[in-house]
Nanobody
Framework: VQLQASGGGLVQAGGSLRLSCVAS????????IGWFRQAPGKEREGVAY????????YYPDSVGGRFAISRDNAKNTIYLQMNSLKLEDTAVYYC???????????????????WGQGTLVTVSS
């Protein structure tokens, strides 16, 4: 059972990146997904959430209107499109999955069953 995040890198402020998270060893159909990030010296925080069927999403104010989470259950993959990147978006980004029966987002860190290894996003001026 594994989540593999990728797509991080160095980008200039105002630029865009798309992160991917591929699940192996299990199907994502019954999992709500969250993308989280952790900057040096800061706590891990959620930046995007999506329900198991993709009908609902949620974003905190810090990224709302700039980030978009999506999923392709047929490919067992989740995406995070990040636009208009800011210096403060620099962090290691993690995807996480939580098993759930209903089609609802799950906000917050607690309760997530599986975590990816993280991918570093660095935004430069």
């Amino acid at each position: 059972v594994q989540l593999q995040a990728s797509g991080g890198g160095l980008v200039q402020a105002g630029g865009s990146l798309r992160l991917s998270c591929v699940a192996s060893g299990f199907t994502l159909d019954y999992f709500a997904i969250g993308w989280f990030r952790q900057a040096p010296g800061k706590e891990r925080e959620g930046v995007a959430y999506i329900s198991r069927r993709g009908s609902s999403t949620y974003y905190p104010d810090s990224v709302g209107g700039r980030f978009a989470i999506s999923r392709d259950n047929a490919k067992n993959t989740i995406y995070l499109q990040m636009n208009s990147l800011k210096l403060e978006d620099t962090a290691v980004y993690y995807c996480a999955a939580r098993s759930i029966l209903k089609d609802a987002v799950v906000t917050g860190i607690s309760g997530y069953d599986y975590w990816g290894q993280g991918t570093l996003v660095t935004v430069s001026s």
